[in-house]
């Protein structure tokens, strides 16, 4: 209470050529984004890499990235909420904004590759309520309702009071919204490499790793552009929380393969994962676990990196890579291996039976999942220019 | 808060209002638990007819089964470039080979209309949908083109249609960016009931010469019930519990 009473807010009022040249730049990605979806909607999925094998692509690890992301980023307000370290209120305001922004931009991706993106007022009025996709149009949309709400209540202090009850209502439902993700892919269970409970809090790690990895790269660039002070302790809370949330995504990651690698019958899925499934294989190793967890983990962990702000960026950086690598092998590579459907046998047929399967990604697919990314960075930033979301200053702590 | 003047007005009041509620709930919920119980009531015992097929492969050549993809492509309008990755394929030949002996068998694959369909458990809108006679279609109005579905299945029975289609059948219409699988011939089981027969059967049935056989898996006395009973069969991926329409015999 007592920080929240000092702590004063405003909006960011730079203006230089830099500042806008970024908003610009992320406004004609985004719109890029829109065209491409376009282009994809009028000529059919024909134009983009996938098939009728590999089903998800490139879209969906954009959209997945952002939707994980964007759960994990509310974690720097639960903490001040849920969990009372007064230390981290100050970033909660933005906290909330970021995760809004992040799955607007992770849905509208998910909606533009669509086959049908038309048909949205379908989605939303019909549903099967056995069906996680359907839970999950409810998880997202009530995300974004019970954010929106926690946000007015941190930032009018008439109702300040009932933050901290929204808090806690804000962080149950980002745990079970991202249960709902993981869920997507550990509940089908013809697929050997999905069927796994593991998924679940697996995307719960993922999300808090992810989304602090954002938050740190904003936060850095938002105070350098606005010239706002930003004293190392904030930023070195952050370190320690990003190593011990990679370090985490890192033991689930070796538990999900472990487990797998014990019965004989996934054997082969393992071999393609991590022997010689070629490109997947490559992006495991050097990807996921070398670039996106063990050299963040060593230079979040380095005792002669501990006070060089580039050092963060760069391990913040290393571990979007990561995510981007981790999720493309889940979507991407769970669907390129074969579906087992007569075991013990060779089998072969006209669809691809039995074979691993191809996925080249587009441009397209490309151009809009990065444009989902660059729409969800530029709400981000306008939101913290129309709104007294970041803190005017981060001083170093006094005692 | 209440004073003791209060109590005694309303609790007469208070009682009333508790019966009434008890009452109206009680005939707002006993349909819904009727409703329930008629929903769930199991399949095997209803009257309704569940199709299904039964396919022996030792009565099927490789040119039977490519019989088969030819006539369900001239009956349904959809057409397959063998090296298209886009292109749909309703049924498919299947080539198994045994790696230790060699030996080879083939076979034709469709949709397997299971009892339980993981298709339309995940299917976010309903389109994905299971007829009361058993047959699982798509509703080319709801299907949002998500392809969960096709993430679902554990039969790789499904097809996204990735371009504009032309010159489509009246019996099968089909639509760009939606997703579409093996009718099991609805069309003609909705015209003749039992006595249809799905293309792929009537492409490799002649005469007495049978090596598909349609009919109604509920009725015992239909030919194919009393042809698994005899000879027994084998549901694919029987391990998840889905119970397949598709019965085989050979493998």
Redesign the interface.
């Known amino acids: 209470m007592k920080m929240q009473s000092s702590m004063r807010y405003a909006e960011i009022k730079t203006s230089t050529p830099n500042y806008w040249g970024i908003l610009v730049a992320l406004a004609v990605i985004a719109l890029a984004g829109f065209a491409a979806a376009h282009h994809m909607d009028t000529e059919g999925h024909h134009v983009t890499g996938m098939n009728n094998q590999v089903v998800w692509g490139l879209p969906h690890v954009f959209a997945i990235f952002l939707i994980v992301a964007a759960s994990g980023a509310l974690n720097l307000a639960s903490i001040a909420s849920v969990f009372g370290k007064q230390d981290y209120k100050p970033l909660a305001r933005f906290s909330a904004v970021l995760s809004i922004a992040l799955l607007v931009g992770g849905l509208a991706i998910l909606l533009l590759d669509l086959g049908r993106p038309d048909r949205l007022i379908v989605a939303m009025t019909y549903y099967n309520f056995k069906s996680i996709f359907a839970w999950n149009i409810i998880l997202y949309t009530g995300f974004i309702v019970i954010v929106l709400a926690y946000l007015w209540l941190m930032m009018e202090r008439r109702m300040y009071k009932w933050s901290k009850p929204a808090g806690l209502l804000a962080f149950t439902w980002r745990l079970i919204l991202t249960t709902g993700t993981g869920s997507i892919f550990g509940f089908l269970v013809a697929r050997e490499a999905y069927d796994s409970a593991l998924l679940a809090p697996l995307f719960i790690v993922m999300s808090f790793a992810f989304g602090l990895a954002i938050f740190i790269i904003l936060l850095m660039l938002s105070f350098r552009l606005d010239q706002r002070e930003l004293d190392h302790s904030h930023l070195q809370r952050l370190r320690k929380l990003l190593g011990l949330f990679t370090a985490a995504v890192l033991y689930f990651v070796i538990v999900f393969h472990l487990t797998k690698l014990y019965g004989t019958q996934n054997h082969d899925f393992e071999r393609f994962i991590l022997l010689d499934g070629g490109i997947y294989t490559l992006m495991f190793w050097i990807f996921q676990i070398g670039l996106g967890n063990l050299l963040p983990l060593a230079m979040l962990y380095a005792p002669g990196l501990q006070r060089s702000n580039s050092a963060l960026v760069i391990a913040s950086l290393l571990v979007i890579v990561g995510a981007f690598a981790q999720l493309y092998i889940i979507i991407v590579g769970g669907q390129a291996y074969p579906l087992n459907i007569f075991p013990g046998y060779i089998v072969e047929s006209s669809f691809f039976d039995g074979v691993i399967n191809e996925y080249t990604p587009s441009l397209w697919e490309f151009l809009l999942g990065f444009g989902g990314v660059t729409g969800a960075l530029l709400i981000a930033l306008l939101g913290i220019r129309v709104l007294p979301i970041m803190p005017e200053s981060l001083p170093a702590e006094v005692q | 808060m209440s004073t003791e003047l209060d109590n005694i007005e309303l609790r007469p009041a208070r009682r009333e209002f508790f019966k009434t509620a008890a009452a109206l709930a009680t005939t707002l919920i006993a349909p819904g638990i009727l409703l329930y119980k008629t929903g769930h009531a199991s399949d095997a015992s209803s009257k309704k007819p569940r199709w299904g097929l039964l396919i022996d492969t030792n009565a099927l050549s490789e040119s039977d089964i490519d019989a088969c993809v030819s006539a369900c492509q001239r009956e349904h309008g959809w057409d ?1 470039d ?1 090296d298209s ?5 309703w049924i ?8 230790e002996s060699g030996h080879q068998r083939f076979l034709p ?1 469709m949709c397997m209309h299971c009892e339980n369909p ?1 298709c ?8 994905s949908f299971k007829r009361d006679d058993g047959i699982v279609l798509v509703n080319k109005h ?7 579905c ?7 029975a ?7 289609l032309k010159d489509q059948l009246p019996v099968a219409p089909r639509g ?4 579409e699988s093996c009718t099991l011939c609805v069309h003609r089981i909705d015209r003749d009931g039992s006595n249809a027969i799905p293309a792929c059967a009537e492409a490799v049935n002649h005469g007495d010469r049978k090596a598909i056989w349609f009919g109604d898996l509920h009725d015992p006395q239909s030919e194919i019930s009393q042809r698994l009973q005899a000879l027994g069969a084998v549901k ?2 029987a391990d ?1 519990g889905l119970n397949p329409g598709v019965r085989y015999q050979g493998l």
């Open positions: 397959s063998p990755r886009t292109d749909a394929q498919r030949k299947v080539k198994l080979t045994d790696p694959m993981p339309v458990d995940v299917c976010p809108t309903g389109a709801t299907c949002i083109g998500c392809r969960y096709m993430m679902a299945c554990p039969y790789k499904r097809s996204f249609i990735h371009e504009t760009k960016g939606t997703v694919l991926r998840m």
